[in-house]
């Protein structure tokens, strides 16, 4: 607790490649927020390299959680509980953060929370918006996940919709790869987007009936399609206008979804969350969208979009009085976000 009376919880991520550590006050103000990013180094292979994950994030964790309490002014004694992402994720990338987070509670006995990925990701809005309180409906879109989640309350989600292939965030990566753009294929994507027509080039977009499930590989499939045929007949493309239009139709079957669910529910609220919510094209075609349906339209920042440990902080602050786990915490490569807290009852203590 600090000199106000604040709560003070240390977040701790380690799920992909990034090792980060933050210090949240009362769920919502991020006195620190340090991120030590792979992405260098995972570049020159085209993707995330999981032994080398885990190995940087050994390397990293201490300073990295180190540097977080010096930047917040606080050290271990004031901290009041400790967030951490038990998954999904990369396991053994996971399992350095773990084991960093119960280290830490052991030696201070201060209670370890166990936070769910994507419940981190939907929590950047908490941080973001100082008022914002569930019920919502929220978009988690990232490199792992395409979700629409009905946040019920804090820490209690169902699952309204999601990918049955390939995640949004990873949709943009194999497109950029295709386009020899690079990696991270999104932010790149994105920013090519801009100078090209999104009408240029009609790629499908896939609807399910009575679902709000997405399908991300058709429209992949058939951008490559494109560049190969194009490739076959000599012509050249135009780069951006394929970014444009492929973005365009990822993009449109996100919002589409994600305000039928808002309606569905009549929560009259919706989020973005995860690594794609920080593209340009989705967070104005949501808030147009939102506001031609009369729905209020909410967003993280785009550094409390990509993996942090601030969105762990205030997903474990909001939770602390119904969720906690003991010495015997083990690391989910795959974990439902619905039902987290069944899941930890037997081992609360
Ligand atoms: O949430 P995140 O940092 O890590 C995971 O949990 O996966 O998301 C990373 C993903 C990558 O696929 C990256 O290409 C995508 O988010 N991404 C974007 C943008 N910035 C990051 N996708 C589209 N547009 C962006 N501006
Ligand atoms: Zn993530």
């Known amino acids: 607790m600090d000199k106000d009376g604040s709560i003070l919880t240390l977040g701790i991520e380690s799920s992909c490649d990034e090792t980060s550590a933050s210090v949240v006050a ?9 991120i030590s990013s792979q992405i260098e180094i995972h570049k020159s292979f085209g993707g995330v390299v999981p032994e080398i994950a885990s190995r940087k994030h050994v390397e990293a964790v201490i300073s990295v959680i180190d540097a977080s309490l010096k930047e917040a002014g606080v050290s271990l004694t004031d901290i009041d509980n400790i967030g951490v992402t038990f998954g999904p994720g990369l396991i053994g990338a996971l399992l350095v953060g773990l084991s960093a987070a119960k280290t830490i509670a052991y030696i201070t006995k201060k209670p370890l929370i166990p936070v769910h990925h994507i419940e981190g990701h939907i929590s950047a809005n908490f941080i973001e918006y100082k008022d914002l309180k569930p019920p919502f409906v929220c978009l988690v879109a990232s490199g792992g996940h395409s979700h629409i989640v009905d946040c019920r309350d804090y820490g ?20 950029s790869r295709a386009l020899g753009l690079g990696y991270p ?12 027509s999104p009408n ?31 490739a076959a007949k000599g012509e050249a493309i135009n780069t951006a206008d394929v970014c444009a239009s492929f973005q365009k139709a990822v993009v449109d079957i996100l919002v589409e979804n994600l305000i039928k669910a808002a309606q569905l529910k009549g929560y009259g609220k919706i989020c973005l969350a995860g690594g794609v919510a920080a593209n340009s094209a989705l967070r104005q075609a949501a808030e147009t969208a939102a506001h031609n349906a009369g729905i209020e339209f909410y967003r993280p920042s785009p550094i409390l979009c990509t993996d942090n440990g601030a969105m762990i902080a205030s997903a474990a602050y909001f939770v602390m009085n119904k969720r906690k786990a003991g010495n015997d915490l083990n690391a989910f490569a795959n974990v439902s976000i619905e039902n987290i807290d069944g899941l930890f009852n037997n081992i609360a203590n």
Request: no cysteine.
């Open 26 to 34: 009362n769920g919502r103000e991020v006195l620190s927020n340090v």
């Open 156 to 175: 209690d989600f169902r699952i309204m919709g999601r990918t049955r292939d390939d995640a949004a965030g990873e949709a943009f990566d194999k497109i």
């Open 185 to 196: 294929g999104g932010p790149i994507v994105d920013k090519m987007a801009k100078e090209g």
């Open 200 to 230: 240029a080039i009609k790629f499908p977009k896939v609807h399910f009936n009575d679902s709000l499930d997405f399908s991300f590989s058709g429209v992949k499939t058939s951008v490559l399609n494109y560049l190969n045929n194009s």
